[in-house]
């Protein structure tokens, strides 16, 4: 089985670079597995990626890359749109025409925020940026690649929707606690709504679905899934909490939790603007995981982000990261 893996310096790529590496002895068939970076292919130029898709004949593209700058992008949109949507389609197409299983991550940012509860996959689309429209339409080309394969063709796709990734990388957690060994006081966004997600729990949630527990490719629906932990937060619920599981693991920090103030998103404005609510149902795929008879899979699904975003600070302070 060729495993071809998009986005390798990202935080979901260094995600699937450890998990599949400990997967490795396990996979059903002799897995080659290759990981993809800039060096290797700069995914701005499609002939460079469909010359590496017909070399390689993956059975499994996994596409961990994008354009995250969602400030930048406002200016870049030509870059952003070639990365998040172009580079995604001439995937997508390759896998629809070749029987292969394609797993593709998007965003909250497709959706204005505006809606009251929690987004479902079939809601409509409404991006308020550059950034959200490029992975709008990545979503768009990926569905119409697909939508033109032949009946009898077993080549599926998986959109994951997720929100507030961290990882093996920077983000927003791992600012919070340098801010917070360096200031007193922090001021955090509190009316912003959405959930953490652990990259490492993410692809773990990927490879339960296009995956069986033999390590062979598995048969699912075709389409759209959100995929967060359970739970939900703000910003500064979120920077309250990673902040304590730092003091638990006993890093010595000048600001604690209620010396982090909540601030009106409009106290903080950004060249880009952002959901106000990115809350997600993953009802769907727990509808899936249920359907797939492995229990293991839906507590996966239901691990509370807290307990998560703890486990990962913990680490972070174990390996004097913070």
């Avoid at 993809?36 to 070399?55: F, K, W, Y």
């Avoid at 990962?312 to 390996?319: P, Q, W």
Wanted: include cysteine; charged fraction near 20%.
């Amino acid at each position: 089985m060729n495993i071809l893996v998009f986005g390798k310096d990202g935080q979901l790529g260094k995600a699937f670079h450890v998990l599949l590496g400990s997967l490795l002895p396990t996979l059903a068939d002799e897995a080659n597995i290759q990981y993809i970076g800039r060096a290797e292919c700069d995914l701005v130029d499609p002939a460079a990626l469909s010359s590496l898709l017909n070399q390689f004949q993956p059975s499994l593209i996994i596409n961990a890359s994008a354009y995250t700058a969602v400030d930048k992008a406002e200016t870049e949109p030509e870059l952003a749109f070639a990365v998040n949507a172009t580079a995604p389609k001439i995937m997508a197409q390759y896998a629809a025409e070749h029987e292969v299983t394609f797993l593709h991550y998007s965003t909250d940012y497709v959706f204005d925020g505006e809606k009251y509860g929690f987004y479902r996959e079939d809601d409509m689309r409404n991006p308020l940026g550059v950034y959200g429209e490029s992975k709008a339409a990545g979503e768009e080309a990926i569905a119409q690649a697909f939508a033109s394969k032949p009946p009898e063709s077993i080549g599926q796709y998986a959109i994951f929707r997720t929100s507030w990734v961290y990882g093996d990388g920077g983000n927003f957690i791992r600012t919070i606690l340098r801010l917070a060994k360096d200031r007193d006081e922090l001021k955090v966004i509190e009316d912003q709504y959405g959930v953490p997600t652990s990259a490492q729990w993410l692809a773990q949630i990927s490879l339960g679905l296009a995956m069986d527990a033999k390590g062979r490719l598995s048969a699912f629906p075709s389409g759209i899934y959100h995929a967060v932990p359970a739970g939900e937060t703000s910003w500064h619920g979120l920077a309250c909490g990673a902040v304590q599981a730092a003091i638990d693991a006993g890093v010595v920090l000048k600001a604690s939790p209620r010396l982090i103030k909540p601030i009106p998103a409009v106290e903080y404005p950004l060249p880009a603007p952002r959901p106000m609510n990115s809350r997600m149902s993953t009802d769907k795929l727990a509808r899936v995981f249920s359907a797939q008879g492995d229990m293991s899979k839906l507590e996966l699904l239901n691990q509370p982000w807290d307990g998560l975003v703890q486990s990962y600070v913990h680490n972070l302070a174990k390996d004097v990261l913070i």
